[in-house]
């Protein structure tokens, strides 16, 4: 005897991402951005950004520490992470969520360099 077709209860979304040769997880990240919500969390997402403010911070640390970036300037994103005091933990991942510490609630909600 022949086994049922399955039927799925799950709708197929139909937009802008639905025909792209690209993985599952990368259409999830492309309709978070059109969203305007961050890659990694809920957050609002930085103006031209992928990722919200935390996350673009930590991405850049992490970048910097990764390469032992022995060069004295820094980019805004640096910049933003010293004048509130907020660095990678010794020993931690860089891609964990946990791993910044300081004061991480004096980052701003608004970036100081947009006109908005």
């Known amino acids: 005897m022949k086994k049922p077709k399955r039927t799925y209860s799950r709708k197929l979304i139909k937009d802008e991402f639905t025909a792209l040769k690209v993985s599952r997880q990368r259409k999830w990240q492309l309709r978070r951005v059109k969203a305007g919500l961050c890659t990694k969390c809920s957050d609002p997402i930085v103006p031209g950004e992928e990722l919200c403010i935390k996350h673009r911070i930590l991405q850049a640390l992490a970048h910097r520490q990764r390469w032992n970036s022995p060069h004295k300037y820094k980019g805004k994103w640096i910049k933003l992470a010293e004048s509130a005091n907020v660095r ?9 969520d946990s791993a ?15 006109a908005e």
């Open 88 to 96: 990678l933990k010794n020993g931690v991942s860089p891609w964990k």
């Open 100 to 114: 910044l510490v300081g004061n991480i609630g004096a980052l701003p909600l608004r970036l100081p360099w947009t």
